[in-house]
């Protein structure tokens, strides 16, 4: 049967089990805006900038393990989405996002909002289409998910003339795709896979490090089995919090330069890291040449382009992680790691996170102990980026694969409020808490009147600092408190909150803010807390860039320590 181009775009999104998608109308995109209303089952939300539509992808498609899907017009509409398709794309994220292109006529003449967005997204999608023929779409569209959610997800740019949506064509839905080109690889090499588990049998101080690739591979369970068999402890990457649960005896939390002191030890002394479904990125690995300095390496990863790339590994083996770690579960032995667990047990106590010390003002740490608490570990939660999120990753104990959304790989403020918005509108069951910035909040604070709107019943708390904090921090510890364009001021949020529709409280007092959390918990809709944190806390433990994890510091020190005097490139 003949259809539009646009009736095509939606049956298709409708075949791709696609209910929702965020997006922002133009002058091209209303042939489909047209159409949308005969298709009921698509839920659109009505971002309030095209920014807000990607991250809340974004964070839908993470929070359900679904392909997000996000739209804009042509030009600053498309443009405006660059940030999240490359947030996506750092944190290997399914998406679609769909852009309107000028009519097929006006390509190449500089006409009105015309942009080449395919070329400008060139480098930051893992796929993407200019859709010149209303006959092929049915195809893009059926290549274009597919390739998003298979393999080391990521997004994919389907861009769209205005005149290929007015046009007609047959339309037939493929039931398979044809890509010679793509390959997938499944389960590891078996020979890799024995070197491996003779290794393992052997180490004395084996490690697991796990990243965000155990969570989208869904093999949390695989991990636990692995290493509960082995009794290997687990640390995570930022991204992989939560693919192993926090509360479990063998979790010593994440590494890297806020990591744990003694995930950061456990670094130093493994004998043999297994590092699952991460990619060694700089700030999990701090200075390569004393990156697990004592250890052989075996890394399990889909993509063979992360083999080597930072790290030199001794038994890579690619594949796909819960189909490598299934395998690998039937060859292992039990085994026990008496001596380690205990040493690391030990570091454990040596190098606590410091939270909750006595102090007359209010600490972020403090908060999100409690925000623990009132949720019972229980609740999606989300960030913006900065010192907040890091305290987010270090004192809320995790127990779930994607229960913490946060921008890892581009460190993305202004990511926060739109990704909660999407998380909680794909998993509206769960309790989803923003842990926001004062300064990354106001990047993408419009999004308030998307809450509002359609009533999106996310809890928000801003630990709010009055400062860009974590560049504050480094101009504390590296370029002598000269806080130059750090101090920021902020408007009152609860009134914002107000003008939007929302409710809010302020506190300002310890005794506040567990009444405030069960406020907020007990309101029907979305709630606002505007937590006046201490102005100048500081992230510990930390590892100085150009440092080895080995060299993480502490508490504020008063004398200035050899690290503090090195200057930083
Ligand atoms: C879009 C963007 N611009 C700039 C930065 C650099 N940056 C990283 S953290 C940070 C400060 C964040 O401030 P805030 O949101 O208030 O969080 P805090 O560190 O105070 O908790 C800045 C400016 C960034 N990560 N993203
Ligand atoms: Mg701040």
Redesign the pocket.
Known sequence: MKKTGAQIICESLIAEGVDVMFGFPGGVLLPFYDTLPQYPQIRHILVRHEQGAAHAADGYARATGKVGVCMATSGPGATNLVTGIANAYLDSVPMVALTGQVARPFIGKDAFQEIDISGITLPITKHSYVAMDTGALAKIFKEAFYIARTGRPGPVLIDIPKDVMQDSAEFNYPDRVSLPGYKIPTSGHPTQLKLAAKLINEAKRPLIIAGRGVIISGASAELKQLAEKSQIPVITTLLGIGCFPENHVLSYGMAGMHGTGYANKALEETDLLIAIGMRFDDRVTGKISGFAPKAKIIHIDLDPAEIGKNVNVDIPIVGDVKAVLQAMHKILESSRHIEWIRQLDEFRKLHPLTDVRESSGLLPQYIIRKLYEATNGDAIVVT?????QMWTAQHYIFHEPDSFISSGGL????FGLPAAMGAKVGRPEKAVWLI??????Q?TIQELATLAQDNIAIKIAV?N?G?????RQWQDLFYKKNYVATP?SCPDFVKVAEAYGIAGVKVTRREEVEPAIEQAMAHDGPFLINFMVEPEENVFPMVPPGASNIEFIEEPKKEVTAWQRRSIP
């Not at 913006?384 to 907040?388: C, T, Y």
């Not at 460190?411 to 202004?414: C, F, L, P, V, W």
């Not at 926001?436 to 909040?441: A, I, L």
């Open positions: 913006g980026v900065g010192q907040h460190g993305t403020m202004g926001d910035g004062d300064g990354s909040f990047m630990m600092n400062y860009l904090g974590m560049v920021l």
